[in-house]
T-cell receptor, first 113, second 114 residues
Framework: AQSVTQPDIHITVSEGASLELRCNYS??????LFWYVQSPGQGLQLLLK??????LVQGIKGFEAEFKRSQSSFNLRKPSVHWSDAAEYFC???????????FGTGTRLQVTL | DGGITQSPKYLFRKEGQNVTLSCEQN?????MYWYRQDPGQGLRLIYY???????QKGDIAEGYSVSREKKESFPLTVTSAQKNPTAFYLC?????????????FGDGTRLSIL
């Protein structure tokens, strides 16, 4: 079955430290891939998306993600985390012939000062 | 500014009562979606619609109903058949349902049981 896995439920990093959030997908073909961020009590905001081409995708707020076909991964990174980055992050996948996004269970990021 | 408006922000349901959550978008998007969010479970698709007057069940449609009479509107009714309705409900829309376009989300409605 098609699925998206975020193995880390909760991550804590210090402000200014680098960040990597993991995402793995299980699909027959390479899906469209997305990262969203959600602040408490809010909707989801799109950070970045991968359709094809360059494997390193730049997004908003200084985030980037690297697509690795051999590892079926699409990890989100940020070189230096700010306290305002504390939120929940969701990886999601969409196949070309389907209309449904499949979400991972999310990773909650805590930033310590 | 274009966007998705969900109302109300908080909603309370009595036992045996149906309640309707509103979702309106002015992005001129064809496709609209309803998700349910529970802690630790991510988002699960309830219903989606790719065009006016047509909609499909998602993964957890039981106890819910929708309509799509206008392109801008996709209301969700939580019926009394939904035995565990307490959750955060998110509405989303996208340009077209099957072209890989990203979905844009509203700010959600939190439904609780009295």
């Amino acid at each position: 079955a098609q699925s998206v896995t975020q193995p880390d439920i909760h991550i804590t990093v210090s402000e200014g430290a680098s960040l990597e959030l993991r995402c793995n997908y299980s699909y027959g073909a390479t899906p469209y891939l997305f990262w969203y961020v959600q602040s408490p009590g809010q909707g989801l905001q799109l950070l970045l998306k991968y359709f094809s081409g360059d494997t390193l995708v730049q997004g908003i707020k200084g985030f980037e993600a690297e697509f690795k076909r051999s590892q079926s991964s699409f990890n989100l990174r940020k070189p230096s985390v700010h306290w305002s980055d504390a939120a929940e992050y969701f990886c999601a996948a969409l196949t070309g012939t389907a209309s449904k996004l499949t979400f991972g269970t999310g990773t909650r990021l805590q930033v310590t000062l | 500014d274009g966007g998705i408006t969900q109302s109300p922000k908080y909603l309370f349901r009595k036992e045996g009562q149906n309640v309707t959550l509103s979702c309106e978008q002015n992005l001129n998007h064809d496709a609209m979606y309803w998700y349910r969010q529970d802690p630790g479970q991510g988002l699960r698709l309830i219903y989606y619609s790719q065009i006016v007057n047509d909609f499909q069940k998602g993964d957890i449609a039981e106890g819910y109903s929708v309509s799509r009479e206008k392109k801008e509107s996709f209301p969700l009714t939580v019926t009394s058949a939904q035995k565990n309705p307490t959750a955060f409900y998110l509405c989303a829309s996208s340009i077209a349902g099957s072209s890989g376009q990203p979905q844009h989300f509203g700010d959600g409605t939190r439904l609780s049981i009295l």
